[in-house]
């Protein structure tokens, strides 16, 4: 028996989120956008009126606004919409377990085993935007297959709000004339190589040699002609498996350029702090470190080394990351933005660390060290992000805050 799996995308999350939130938007076109004194002034997301104008996500605000003069303009509040999916996608609960985000506007549902509760997929994709649009707000489209894949293809078919039914019986009439970009895991690479062929739609993907494809794109042709062909037997992850996290980051766009040792540490201390506090809150430290520099003219450096022991600690991230500026980059040329990733993740109650007094003499500073933040963290939890920080971060003119 064919399993039955939905694809939910919210429509224009973060402009929905803003509407939701500031009633008098719905009225007017709108479009939340990165700041522009902090060098993100790009459109983010816009509602139905600001489509209506052709103004397009990624497109920068003054090509919106001569698209759009009366175009109204909305910061963006991530803290809210990592709000909106959770509560989002607490309903999608409601009808099964089998709950996996692909990002925080989508999520792929396996209603299978519930359908006797509350009806057939159609059925419930429907209930669920209406439940959504009643109780937040915020209006969904959704796809409803047998795979993930057509499901997924399925809730961007036909939007805004709207439920799109992909059968074995109709899947070759409403899919195969899409353009092959369509397909997850076709990107411009893929997608350059399959033009080559004269492929230009998922059907003549389907239709393909797939020892052709292969042989142009390796393992990711094989899949992608897979995918065109509705063969996916990948499932939906349940809400009760914990799932495998490999990295832990930040990165920020600087206001201004850091142009010296002082703004590259304040830099390095504020992303440090982050990631340390996010290794923490999972319980994992980091074995390596990882950092990219991005110059004004965009020109990227990445650059890792291993940690001499794994650590969640900001202060021993700190010190390798500015040993890795230091070797990596010219001190004193321009940085447009910094970003700080630890990996080779493990628990941390797992860590066997060879850290005694008589092979580390630096272990009572250690300890010392994570008290200090492990109380940063606890202040922060109970008063917010801003509560506490370096002395150094506070009312800089980089652009870098705490969310509160």
Not at 51 to 69: F, S
Not at 186 to 203: F, N
Not at 251 to 270: C, K, S, W, Y
Not at 354 to 372: G, I, V
Request: hydrophobic fraction near 35%.
């Amino acid at each position: 028996m064919d399993r039955t799996i939905l694809h939910c995308d919210c429509n224009g999350f973060y402009a929905s989120v803003e509407c939701a939130m500031h009633p008098e938007y719905k009225n007017v076109p709108m479009a939340v956008c990165g700041d522009p004194q902090n060098r993100h002034g790009i459109i983010l997301a816009k509602n139905e009126l600001a489509k209506k104008y052709n103004v397009q996500t990624a497109e920068t605000i003054w090509q919106a606004k001569r698209k759009c003069p009366d175009l109204v303009l909305a910061a963006a509040h991530h803290r809210e919409y990592q709000r909106y999916s959770r509560m989002i996608n607490a309903i999608y609960q409601r009808f099964t377990d089998r709950v996996e985000p692909f990002s925080i506007d989508e999520s792929w549902l396996d209603v299978t085993g519930c359908q006797n509760l509350f009806g057939d997929g159609k059925q419930i994709a429907d209930t669920l935007r209406n439940t959504i649009r009643e109780e937040l707000g915020i209006t969904i489209s959704a796809g409803v297959s047998f795979n993930k894949i057509y499901a997924k293809l399925g809730s961007d078919y036909k939007k805004p709000d709207a439920t799109t039914v992909i059968t074995r019986g109709n899947y070759q009439e409403l899919l195969f004339p899409l353009p092959v970009s369509a397909l997850m895991y076709v990107g411009r690479s893929a997608r350059e190589q399959l033009d080559k062929l004269y492929i230009k739609t998922i059907g003549d993907l389907a239709r393909s040699d797939k020892r052709l494809i292969a042989g142009k794109l390796g393992k990711v042709g094989e899949l992608i002609h897979d995918y065109a062909n509705g063969i996916d037997d990948s499932p939906v992850a349940s809400i009760y498996e914990q799932r495998e996290i490999k990295s832990v980051g930040n990165g920020i766009t600087f206001r201004r350029n850091l142009t010296g040792i002082e703004d590259i540490r304040l830099g390095v201390r504020a992303l440090c702090d982050t990631v340390a506090g996010r290794l923490r809150k999972h319980g994992l430290k980091c074995q390596t470190l990882q950092v990219t520099i991005k110059d004004p003219q965009f020109k990227v450096i990445t650059r890792q080394r291993p940690l001499p022991f794994p650590t969640n600690l900001s202060q021993e991230l700190i010190d390798l990351s500015l040993e890795i500026v230091s070797s990596s980059w010219r001190i004193g040329a321009p940085i447009r933005m910094l970003a700080i990733t630890g990996s080779g993740l493990i628990p941390a109650d797992q860590v066997e660390e060879q850290l005694s007094f008589y092979t580390n003499p630096d272990a009572p500073a250690r300890k010392k060290q994570e008290k200090l933040e492990n109380a940063m963290d606890i202040i922060r939890e109970k008063y917010g992000q801003g509560a506490i920080s370096f002395g150094t971060v506070i009312h800089n003119d980089l652009g870098i805050e705490k969310d509160d």
